[in-house]
């Protein structure tokens, strides 16, 4: 008899199961998912967004550049502006150095 149970006991040993959510596959496609929503969905948003600003530029728009120079612009070109910053002084740079509009005057 103790022959028996010992045979059944170890016979009757099952394999364990993976779980649905154990699987390498749905884990890395979960963490494509909440990278997808914190951080390439928000930085394609904001691309857009300023995009839209540049395309938006106009004469006497004052602008505060990427590298904080502060301006109007005076001419807009294909892809660039030209910006009073003082008395006599004007510069040229990049429409994608553009940061922000602070405000937009009337022509």
């Given at each position: 008899?103790?022959?028996?149970?010992?045979?059944?006991?170890?016979?009757?040993s099952?394999?364990?199961?993976?779980?649905?959510?154990?699987?390498?596959?749905?884990?890395?496609?979960?963490?494509f998912a909440?990278?997808?929503f914190l951080?390439?969905r928000?930085?394609?948003?904001?691309?857009?967004?300023?995009k839209?600003?540049?395309s938006?530029?106009?004469?006497?728009?004052e602008?505060i550049t990427?590298?904080?120079?502060?301006?109007?612009?005076?001419n807009?070109?294909?892809?660039?502006?030209?910006?009073?910053?003082?008395?006599?002084?004007?510069?040229?740079?990049?429409?994608?150095a553009?940061?922000?509009?602070?405000?937009?005057?009337?022509s």
């Open positions: 008899m103790l022959n028996a149970y010992a045979q059944a006991a170890g016979g009757a099952q394999q364990p199961q993976a779980s649905i959510l154990g699987s390498p596959i749905v884990m890395m496609v979960a963490i909440i990278f997808y951080l390439i928000p930085q394609k948003k904001a691309q857009d967004d300023h839209k600003m540049i938006q530029l106009k004469k006497n728009d602008i990427t590298g904080g120079i502060h301006g109007t612009i005076v807009v070109k294909d892809n660039s502006v030209v910006l009073k910053i003082d008395d006599n002084v004007k510069i040229e740079v990049q429409k994608n553009v940061g922000t509009i602070k405000k937009s005057r009337q």
